[in-house]
């Protein structure tokens, strides 16, 4: 397959995920380079939408993956609070 024709990821949905989880103005940045993945691939721009794919990931990790370690615990706790 012709590399110029593989789609690039723009990690949408664990950007969402991170804004919700985690933290508010972190996970809009990675928001806005997720939505600038699928603008830049329909001008032609793949290195551009690759950088932004790649900027979307590094954000949501990052900062996605912290929020999910804050909440986890919590729900377990929760869950333990009202079983047990």
């Known amino acids: ?7 690039i990821p ?8 991170s ?10 940045v990675a928001i806005i380079f997720a939505a600038q993945v699928n603008s830049r ?5 793949r290195a551009g939408a690759l950088e932004a794919s790649n900027k979307a990931k590094l954000i949501y990790l990052d900062f996605g993956d912290c929020g999910i370690a804050r ?11 009202n079983h047990g």
């Open 10 to 17: 723009n990690y949408m949905v664990p950007a969402i995920l």
């Open 41 to 45: 691939l329909a001008v032609g721009d």
């Open 19 to 28: 804004t919700i989880c985690c933290c508010l103005p972190f996970g809009i």
């Open 71 to 81: 909440w986890c615990p919590l729900c377990g706790t929760h869950g333990a609070l």
């Open 1 to 7: 397959m012709n590399p110029s024709n593989e789609n």
